[in-house]
């Protein structure tokens, strides 16, 4: 592929001939050569790109012109694929157009000020990087930081720029899960009075500003995943920055997705959404396997709506799914490996790049290793020297990096180096290690010994400095605490430290939450503390050093501990059903003549041949007689149908709950005394005595807050049930316990487990072989059907309350 870079002059001369060209020869039918079938807009955070696609390679002019500024590719004797159309930019790229003539394809790139452009041949594409520079000093367009405030409005946390020209070019960058956002400002300053502000916001901790390379960036440190629902909303004097729930901004239309584009690069892959505004609400989230992006209030331009198979190529993508959700747009990317996600944000160009994430710890290894090794600047410098006194050689690098080396009487020796293009520091480190030597730097002064006078004169100031605190005056200072006990920081302050949580110490039933002495002790041993329990104050007597790092020490753990309310709900549900349906029917005979008497009873039961009867009762049930006979009471048939069912449906909830602080153990329990009989036999006699038992219903719990404010906790529930029967006395207790450990966010209810039971039981009785005869069989059986069914549901709710006694939910 040839490259042709014009100047703005010549470029003058170059169109102007293509003109003249196409004007007096435009009946020559012209040879086609490449054709260009897409243009596409990629942003990574050091550039914005536009690759150029084509089937072959071509030959290609470049202009670079001014007013307004503006770069220029020309493909002579290529063609415009159908469907290639002019892109609105962001950031360095202003806009984009193509344009199909007699003469061949040009493209006009408008730039923002101050760019510069790289062209990189790819096989038969062009990719062309545009980077910002340093803008000029008469260039006045550029955002002036001036104010920064963050606010909290319902379900949003807005972070609010204000100053002038704050929506000049401007880039958006989402990394790490969506906790990290970075913003550029392309020639760009800032006029805050500090670089660093901290915040105690819902979705926000803190936000650094700086200046390097011609633009002001700001690091936006966010709560977990906060970022991966933002807006980003600029006008001349503000720019706001949503986070969270955020409602979509009232337009004329709703916004368009005009292009979902997948771009490979190697193994890394880009999928680059072009919309036709430049403050979308966007929520990226991965989620088994998938990437999905939300573009809310959005519809899709006519043919994106599609599936792109993209398995053909490297990288982690092997799908791409657009459609509309209700008023939205969902854009699923499907992953074949594990990827990590950032996303990058110009305009109206939204880029995804997605990297599997073995390159990115091979990556980050590589970073360790290069931050281990040592790494020297200083100038390079080049000896060959043969058998050089090595103070001569130290007196040679004292030269070339300008500072001032004081060698002891004990540095002696000859050495012989070739040393070639050496930083001088790095040779320094060689020479000193080849003899055994050290060094000390105070300032531009560098003292050289060997190794072992360095660490007996470091052995000797150590010493000089315990024996200065020995004879130090000793203050005494009264320091009142507000939450923490005098008990336990002096406990720390003598070396000992403090358990976490309070636990029983089944050796004397006594709490303990005290431990043993350890190795650091801020109190001297010159040191004294008297403690006041009635006013929680401390008064401490020790050298000022001393007192200065107590005082330190006590203003960080001095401080309320934050509380928690946790409530469990215990459910049980059950559902009986019993159906019971029998028969009894039987009768007598008697003959006048004394020849058979009764000879229809049954011999077992009664005056019954069959009697399978339901149980039936007063309140259970019923039963319909039928009897037939003569009038002589020669003859008498009985028969009974007998019915009873029975349906319950119970329901118990139990709801314990506890409030307690951070790290602190905390119980809650109810317990009911059971009686039961217990039957003791002594000499033939028989003796009853009732003794009891404990049905608990109790919560156990240790809560631990997470720096983003959710709730590690350790569970034990027990809920025990007394067995009655039918008199109503107890006759066992059932006991149901969940022991466990988990987290939960702020505020959620969750299911800790649940036991489900479910017992069916049909019973047919008869008598044997007619019970099974058709039509009749049910006049010689009972049928008994049972259905009983158990769950145990136990959900648990932590909340974090703050320190007026509300709850923090995210």
């Known amino acids: 592929m040839n490259k042709i870079a014009i100047t703005q002059q010549a470029a003058w001369r170059y169109l102007l001939a293509l003109l003249m060209l196409s004007l007096c020869c435009g009946h020559v039918t012209l040879v086609q050569a490449a054709t260009i079938g897409s243009l596409q807009v990629l942003s990574d955070e050091s550039s914005d790109n536009l690759r150029i696609t084509m089937d072959e390679a071509a030959e290609y002019q470049v202009f670079n012109l001014e007013g307004p500024k503006r770069l220029v590719v020309s493909f002579p004797n290529a063609t415009l694929s159908n469907g290639v159309s002019a892109i609105k930019g962001g950031g360095s790229i202003e806009n984009i157009v193509p344009v199909q003539d007699s003469s061949g394809v040009r493209i006009e790139v408008g730039l923002a000020s101050g760019t ?62 969506g906790a990290t956002m970075v913003l550029d400002f392309w020639g760009g300053k800032s006029s805050l009075p500090k670089e660093y502000y901290t915040y105690t916001a819902r979705r926000l901790n803190h936000v650094a500003i700086g200046s390097a390379e011609g633009r002001m960036r700001l ?20 720019m706001v920055i949503r986070f969270g729930n955020i409602k979509p901004i009232a337009h004329a239309g709703t916004m368009l997705v005009e292009a979902i584009d997948f771009q490979p690069d190697d193994r890394i892959a880009h999928l680059v959404i072009r919309t036709d505004e430049s403050n979308p609400i966007i929520n990226l989230q991965e989620k088994d396997g998938k990437v999905i992006v939300d573009l809310k209030k959005a519809q899709l331009a006519p043919g994106q709506e599609r599936s792109q198979d993209v398995r053909a190529f490297p990288g982690p993508v092997q799908q791409i799914d657009s459609y509309a959700v209700d008023k939205d ?48 600047s200083g100038q390079k410098v080049t000896f060959q020297y043969k058998d050089i006194d090595i103070r001569n050689a130290l007196q040679l690098i004292a030269e070339m990096s300008e500072l001032n080396i004081i060698m002891s009487d004990d540095v002696t020796g000859v050495l012989t180096m070739r040393l070639v293009d050496v930083p001088w520091d790095q040779a320094l480190d060689i020479i000193l290690s080849t003899k055994g030597l050290g060094k000390e730097k105070n300032g531009n002064v560098i003292r050289i010994a060997p190794l072992a006078v360095l660490k007996s004169d470091a052995d000797a100031r150590k010493d000089a400095k315990m024996s200065a605190e020995q004879v130090a005056t000793l203050d005494t200072e009264f320091i009142q605490l507000g939450y923490a006990s005098v008990n336990d920081v002096s406990t720390i302050l003598k070396g000992g430290s403090v358990t976490s949580a309070v636990k029983t110490d089944p050796a004397n039933n006594q709490e303990s939450g005290i431990g043993g002495e350890g190795g650091l002790k801020l109190l001297s041993k010159r040191g004294s503390i008297l403690l006041d329990e009635r006013s929680n104050t401390m008064i401490i007597t020790d050298t000022r050093e001393r ?29 009986t059903f019993s159906r019971d349906l029998g028969v009894k029917w039987g009768g007598s005979y008697n003959d006048a003549g004394g020849k058979f008497t009764n000879n229809l009873s049954g011999a077992a039961v009664g005056t019954n041949v069959v009697d399978l009867g ?35 449906d119970i329901k118990v909830v139990s709801s314990p709950r506890v409030f307690t602080s951070n790290l602190r153990e905390a119980l809650i329990e109810q317990d009911e005394q059971i009686p039961f009989d217990q039957v003791t036999t002594t000499g033939g006699a028989t003796t009853i005595t009732p003794i009891f038992k404990s049905a608990k219903l109790s919560l156990r719990v240790t809560p631990q807050i997470t720096a983003d404010q959710r709730i590690i906790m350790e569970l034990k529930i027990n809920k025990d049930t007394p067995v009655t029967n039918a008199g109503g006395t107890a006759t066992a207790i059932n006991t149901k316990t969940v022991e466990t ?24 009785s008869g008598v044997p072989g007619l019970m099974d005869l058709p039509l009749i069989g049910s006049l010689f059986k009972r049928k008994i059907k049972t259905k009983n069914r158990s769950e145990l549901l136990i959900f648990i709710t932590p909340t974090v309350i703050n320190a007026e006694g509300t709850s923090k939910n995210q």
């Open 219 to 238: 690091v936006v440190s966010l709560l977990s995943e906060a970022g991966v629902n933002h807006q980003i909303d600029a006008s001349a004097n503000e």
């Open 741 to 764: 450990r988990l987290l939960v966010n702020n505020g959620e209810t969750v299911v800790l487990g649940g036991i489900y039971t479910q017992t069916e039981a049909d019973q047919n």
């Open 614 to 648: 339901a149980v039936v009762g007063a309140g259970a049930g019923g039963a319909v007689g039928y009897t037939l006979g003569t009038l002589s009471g020669a003859l008498n048939l009985n028969l009974e149908l007998s019915a009873a069912e029975t349906e319950g």
């Open 116 to 177: 510069a452009y790289e062209i990189i041949e790819k096989g038969n594409d062009l990719l062309v990087k545009f980077s910002g520079q340093a803008p000029s000093a008469k260039n006045s367009s550029g955002t002036v930081l001036q104010d920064i405030e963050v606010r909290e409005l319902d379900n949003v946390t807005e972070l609010i720029l204000r100053g002038q020209h704050m929506d000049a070019n401007h880039n958006a960058l989402l990394s790490n899960d």
């Open 547 to 575: 007192l200065n790092n107590i005082k330190l020490l006590i203003s960080v753990i001095d401080k309320p501990m934050q509380q928690v309310l946790i409530e469990a709900r215990i459910v049980e549900a059950s559902d």
């Open 329 to 376: 747009v969902r854009i699923v990317a499907r992953l074949r490996q594990k990827t990590v996600v950032t996303s990058y944000q110009t305009g109206n160009v939204l880029t995804i790049t997605l990297k599997p994430a073995d390159m990115i710890a091979v990556a980050q290894a590589d970073e360790d290793v290069a931050k281990d090794e040592k790494v020297y």
